[in-house]
């Protein structure tokens, strides 16, 4: 049966990404291939409809093959799918003006990843990379009626397999762990590297049409992609345009070309030639220097202000190409100097000539099945990481380019992006295939990324440096040597020339982490690329005292660090049964994939808290849930607040800390991790710790012989007054012991600056009847005119488990609603430490959460997600506080 299909005609160019309009009085037409294809694996034994985009597992869960993948143990139940080949067929119907056209192209999106593509029977192309568009010419194959398209994908895992039998020498590592449950050689294949499993994610090795498929036909050109990179010449304070025009020309054309700002008053013509063929073609639009340019910001320096750009094309007088996109203004640096007092050199980020902490977390592909990923989905993501103080987010080399909608967002919210190229945790071959088709994913996706003013610098991999120095794979000195010169060739001989050539606005790293220059000194991999005095660095320590900020390197720039713990019940509930429901079962041990993690959460929860004991079942599990949350805030917590006072100081020469990227911001399904945001978007307690630790004004208070220290941090533009006011309460009573109050001290902008110093002995003696174990500490910042300034912290001066006078708070609620929105009024009777409160399966989130509680009342706001009432909440409402769980 033939298919209908959407034809858009569009004058002259269509639309492309960054682009909102084009037109011209000559037609192209694109034909949408989209919606509904036929779906059959190799024996023909399963043949069913399939939505494209889309995925297999997708479709076969959409026609009821399959049940949900994420359902309990069904990502090692399903394996079959991805050992499999599958093909996606659809027949379709041209308009007759789509035939005469010049030149026609079938244009694949997004193809995931080894495919064959026949257009009626005649092969027109193969792919083999994820990460690319693909355009194949097809303009003689095409019939009136009946065109059958068919993409035929080969198994992934048989590929990589395959590849790696083919390979002359090893390229490591063989295999995941086993703990991760995966598949083997993921190297080997142009995929997202954490589709084989990860240690937070599971192994669904997907296949299919995962974007858009189309037609595209015309008669001279066709502006296949516009790339915008501002340039400043602080000369002459001059701001330049380099604008790329990526033009298909049916033959060689010559005309005019128009670039224009008009709100800036800029505007510039230049005589122009499009040869024949796919070509690159650069333009410098100069700004007007009496125009006052507006710049774009990151999220609490200021507006994310953009221009439109308006580019036309003439050909013997006639319009031929109108195209406008959003243009933003801003500058980068990667500063890597001397410091004063230190060896080594400093690593940090200069945006419009400002050095900006980065304050913020990494990102994963947000679901296994990347058709399932909407923009709503997106936005609610990178919201959550902006209400909570973010300012920056790195997306990983293991997973994907994100689509264009989520580098929308960070341009429109300030979110700036550290962007990985996808390579993660491994070597990689450098056969000739493989390497020209990462050339060309290099190329396409910097041409789609490099106007997006959000992206401040580009990444070659994810830990490959590391783990090429350290010894992760066990080589000898022959193998090393040998894979050292293919490291050299793919990031620096191949994806370094072609950053540098395509990019001059933003800086380009090799690796993650790195020495940054050191490692280039050292011939592209140091001999300790975790070292603190240069780059950045990667730290995780699970068995030692995360409370104590001593065992934290004290690094330049923290781009990893990070502890797991389990999500929410309402989060679990959906993808589990009563018999998961125990902290020892198969289906808990099943869904961690980090090897000992669910010892170690215990083990450092142990460390401070007494861990759940009650003889109900069901309550202990749900308690053990909630104390995996506790310590992972507390712990990340103190970490950052060590980083982020770390900024202004060296200290046996190190420091001066200016970036806190802990791992991770989100979830890609259903399990422990190390994230803050659970799958479906619930805030765990530590994204609401964040919001606190990453406010623009923080006090952070720690401990150093017997001695508490407070530090005023300020990411705010101007010089403050502040001091410290302190406050001592017994966990017996909730009115306050005593307080004192630090002289004012000068806060400089962008600094963190010690503002008390008070031996824990004087400051309990001047209590009266305090010690460490009765007592605990709150403090803030106040300015001169006593108003406080960023949040209030806390400070346990013993751990909550030793404890005395510690009781039960019996909490009481009340849910309301007012034109403003929902809230809860709670009201204790005692002292509260980490009290949480959890409305079960209403999306949506609290305006502060796993708080402590030191007054008898307190009000919180609650923003939901979708329409909800009093009656609900009131019904969903739990609320669990440390002595709960005892």
């Known amino acids: 049966m033939t298919r209908s299909v959407n034809v858009f005609i569009c004058v002259s160019l269509c639309l492309f990404p ?26 023909g034994s399963l043949l069913l409809p399939a939505q494209v985009p889309g995925c297999v597992h997708s479709a076969l869960q959409q026609q009821g093959f399959i049940l949900d993948p994420y359902f309990r143990f069904n990502d090692l139940s399903y394996r079959w799918i991805s050992l499999d080949n599958w093909t996606y067929t659809t027949t379709f119907t041209v308009p007759p003006q789509l035939r005469v056209k010049q030149k026609v192209l079938l244009v694949f999106d997004g193809v995931d990843t080894v495919a064959s593509v026949s257009l009626n029977g005649i092969t027109v192309g193969k792919t083999d990379n994820m990460f690319r568009r693909y355009d194949f010419p097809v303009r003689d194959l095409l019939k009136d009626r009946d065109n059958v398209l068919e993409v035929s994908f080969m198994s992934p895992v048989v590929y990589a397999s ?99 700002i008009p709100e800036l008053d800029s505007e510039q013509t230049f005589q122009t030639q499009f040869l ?56 980068v640096e990667l500063v890597q100097e001397p410091v004063a007092g230190s060896p080594g050199l400093s690593f940090y980020f200069r945006i419009n000539g400002k050095p900006i902490f980065l304050k913020g977390s990494n990102w994963i592909p947000a679901h296994s099945f990347q058709d399932r990923v909407s923009p709503a989905v997106l936005r609610n993501l990178l919201q959550s990481a902006v209400d909570a103080n973010m300012n920056a987010l790195r997306v990983w080399g293991g997973g994907i380019y994100e689509q264009d909608e989520f580098y929308d967002a960070c341009d429109e919210m300030g979110i700036m992006v550290w962007q990985d190229f996808m390579f993660a945790c491994a070597m990689y071959p450098t056969e000739d295939d493989f390497i020209q088709t990462v050339r060309e994913e290099v190329v396409q996706q910097v041409h789609r990324l490099k106007s997006h003013p959000s992206i401040i610098i580009w990444s070659g991999n994810n830990e490959n440096e590391a783990a090429l120095a350290t ?28 950053v540098q050539e395509e990019d001059q606005s933003r800086p380009f790293i090799v690796s993650s982490p790195t020495n940054g220059a050191e490692s280039e000194q050292e011939g592209w991999v140091a001999a300790d690329p975790y070292d603190p005095r240069y780059g950045d660095v990667h730290f995780y320590s ?12 004290r690094t330049r720039f923290a781009s990893e660090y990070g502890f797991q713990s389990w999500p929410s019940f309402s989060t679990l509930q959906p993808v589990s049964v009563k018999e998961d429901w125990s902290y020892d079962s198969k289906f808990m041990s099943h869904r961690q994939h980090h090897e000992n993690g669910n010892q170690q959460m215990l083990l450092q929860a142990g460390l401070h808290f007494k861990l759940p004991n009650s ?18 805030a507390q712990c990340v917590k103190t970490q950052t607040e060590f980083y982020r006072r770390s900024r202004s100081e060296i200290i046996d020469g190190l420091g001066q800390t200016m970036g806190a990227l802990y791992w991770q911001l989100n979830d890609i399904w259903q399990a422990p991790s190390w994230s803050s945001v659970e799958f479906g978007g619930k805030w765990k307690m530590l994204h609401y710790f964040a919001q606190s630790f990453f406010s623009a004004v923080l006090p952070v208070g720690f401990e150093e012989d017997e001695t508490v220290q407070i530090y005023a941090v300020s990411d705010l533009s101007h010089d ?31 600094s963190a600056v010690p503002v008390l110093k008070q031996r824990v002995a004087a400051l309990l003696a001047g209590c009266g009847r305090c010690s460490r174990l009765t007592c ?10 006593g108003r406080q300034q960023g949040p209030t912290n806390h400070h346990f001066l013993s751990s909550p488990k030793d404890a005395q006078g510690l009781q039960t708070p019996n909490i009481t609620t009340k849910v309301q609603q007012d034109e403003s929105g929902f809230s809860v009024t709670l009201h204790s009777s005692s002292v509260a430490p980490f009290v949480w409160l959890d409305v079960g399966n209403v999306p949506g989130r609290f305006s502060s959460n796993g708080f402590l509680m030191v007054s008898r009342n307190l009000t919180v706001g609650f923003t939901a997600w979708r329409q909800t009432s009093v009656a609900e909440l009131s019904s969903s409402l739990t609320v669990t506080s440390l002595t709960d769980v005892y």
């Open 276 to 331: 024949q063929g796919n070509t690159k073609n650069s333009f410098t639009l100069n700004i007007n220097t009496s125009s006052q340019v507006k710049l774009w910001w990151p999220n609490g320096y200021g507006d994310q202000h953009f221009y439109r750009l308006a580019v036309r094309g003439f050909q013997d007088g006639f319009l031929v190409l109108n195209a406008e996109s959003k243009v933003y203004f801003r500058t």
């Open 471 to 498: 010894g992760w794979f066990n080589i000898t000195a022959a193998q090393k040597s040998e894979l050292l010169k293919d490291y050299v060739i793919l990031y620096v001989d191949n994806i370094r020339k072609i």
């Open 18 to 43: 960054g682009v909102s309009s084009v037109f011209s009085p000559v037609t192209e037409l694109t034909v949408s291939l989209n919606g509904k294809w036929r779906l059959s694996n190799s024996n």
């Open 542 to 553: 699970y068995t030692l005292d995360c409370w104590d900020w001593r065992t934290f390197p």
């Open 615 to 632: 003889t109900d079942p069901l309550k202990r599990f749900t308690d053990t849930l909630y104390i995996t949350q506790v310590m992972q």
């Open 162 to 260: 395959e590849r790696r039998k083919a390979s002359s020498y090893t390229v490591p590592p063989e295999c995941p762990p086993d703990v991760q449950k995966g598949e083997c050689h993921v190297n080997f294949i142009r995929k997202e590297q954490s589709s084989f499993s990860w240690d937070w994610g599971p192994s669904f090795p997907t296949m299919g049409l995962f974007k858009g498929v189309q037609l595209e036909a015309f008669d001279i050109l066709q502006l296949v992609q516009v790339s915008s990179v501002p340039l400043y010449k602080s000369s002459d304070s001059q701001w330049m345009l380099q604008v790329e025009l990526h033009v298909d020309a049916v033959q060689t054309t010559d005309g005019k070309l128009t670039i224009s």
């Open 776 to 785: 605990l500490v709150t403090f803030h910042l106040e300015d001169e005119g």
């Open 720 to 750: 403050l007054k502040l001091r410290a006011v302190v406050t001592v309460h017994s966990w017996s009573d909730l009115d306050p012991v005593c307080s004192l109050k630090s002289d004012l001290q000068l806060v400089p902008e962008g």
